[in-house]
Nanobody
Framework: QVQLVESGGGSVLAGGSLRLSCLTS??????MGWFRQAPGKKREGIAT????????DYADSVKGRFIISRNNAANTLDLQMNSLKPEDSAMYYC???????????????????WGQGTQVTVSS
């Protein structure tokens, strides 16, 4: 069965860094991505990468601070988060999917499988 398991979340001071990792099994989708959801807000796509080409896309809110990467042989997806801000605090989810409907790759409708999330808390 398809499984995605996130790790690496935790608490950090503003300006610090964290690296999240997602271990996947059971499915190889066209796209892989990271999403986040803070209390009272909708889930937001923040970074994606294509499995074959490795092309990346970032939300404006994290561009220049976060870097997404993948290791297809190891079935892992990583997110390096630098210069963290309190507004980055959220539950972070990894996802994989192949759905096409004219949506941006940052649109959650692209993705079929989701992890359970890992919490990131940034304090000032």
């Amino acid at each position: 069965q398809v499984q995605l398991v996130e790790s690496g979340g935790g608490s950090v001071l503003a300006g610090g860094s964290l690296r999240l990792s997602c271990l996947t099994s059971g499915y190889s989708g066209r796209y892989m991505g990271w999403f986040r959801q803070a209390p009272g807000k909708k889930r937001e796509g923040i970074a994606t990468i294509s499995r074959v080409r490795g092309t990346t896309d970032y939300a404006d809110s994290v561009k220049g601070r976060f870097i997404i990467s993948r290791n297809n042989a190891a079935n892992t997806l990583d997110l390096q988060m630098n210069s963290l801000k309190p507004e980055d605090s959220a539950m972070y989810y990894c996802a994989v999917g192949s759905l096409v409907g004219g949506w941006s790759v940052l649109d959650e409708r692209v993705y079929e499988y989701w992890g359970q999330g890992t919490q990131v808390t940034v304090s000032s």
